[in-house]
């Protein structure tokens, strides 16, 4: 069970990494951890249970957050009615396209791995494509767009050690015109 002392935070080096890719067949305990991110996500998204274990939501976790420096996240994006939206155990995920057009939340973003608040918006392609291969080896290609788009460009950063707030400018700060638009 993962829990949020098996969150490593920013200082850790493993966080500024290049995770490694991954090859298939993947060994059990690669699978195991897929899972147990999966799990994170859900428990962390119910009441009772990130109460009973003091968990932080979240929508995404990435493999270098725990410590394991290779290319895996899983993803759980909830629509407003909390169905899942987007959810997948990503295995070396590629954003393959993506559009010109930029989008931020207008909350902002944080991260299980920053224990502080990074105001500013965080600039990210309003569309992708991205690539991806599931625990058995499956590729797979998906078009997203806003919050699941955002979500997987933040976890995908985590993989190539890159942190929310890296693309945060505060001499350039993000403006709505035609080009931009707000999420949330
Ligand atoms: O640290 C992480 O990677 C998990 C983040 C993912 C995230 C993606 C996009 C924008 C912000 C954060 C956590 O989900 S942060 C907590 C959270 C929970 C629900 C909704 C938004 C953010
Ligand atoms: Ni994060």
Redesign the pocket.
């Known amino acids: 069970l993962i829990t949020m002392k098996n969150i490593i935070r920013e200082g850790n080096p493993t966080l500024r990494a290049r995770a490694k890719a991954l090859t298939f067949p993947l060994t059990a305990e690669q699978k195991e951890l897929g899972h147990a991110l999966m799990e994170f996500l859900e428990n ?1 998204q119910d009441p009772d249970i990130a109460k009973k274990y003091q968990l ?7 493999a270098p ?1 725990v410590d394991q420096s290779i290319r895996m ?1 899983a993803v759980l994006v909830p629509d407003e009615n909390d169905q899942p939206l987007f959810k997948h155990i990503l295995v070396n995920p590629t954003i393959i396209s993506e559009s010109v057009k930029m989008a931020a ?1 207008a909350e902002g ?6 224990d502080r608040d990074v105001p500013g918006y ?1 600039p990210r392609h309003q569309h992708i494509t991205l690539r991806w291969y599931d625990l058995e080896g499956t590729k797979h290609i998906d078009k997203l767009r806003n919050y699941p788009a ?2 997987c ?3 995908i950063d ?1 993989l190539n050690g890159v942190l ?1 707030f890296d693309h945060i400018n505060m001499q350039k700060p993000f403006v709505t015109d035609d080009n931009t638009v707000l999420i949330g």
């Open positions: 962390s932080r939501a979240g929508v995404g976790l990435a957050q996240t939340l973003e944080g991260c299980l791995s920053v965080v955002i979500v460009q933040h976890e985590h929310f």
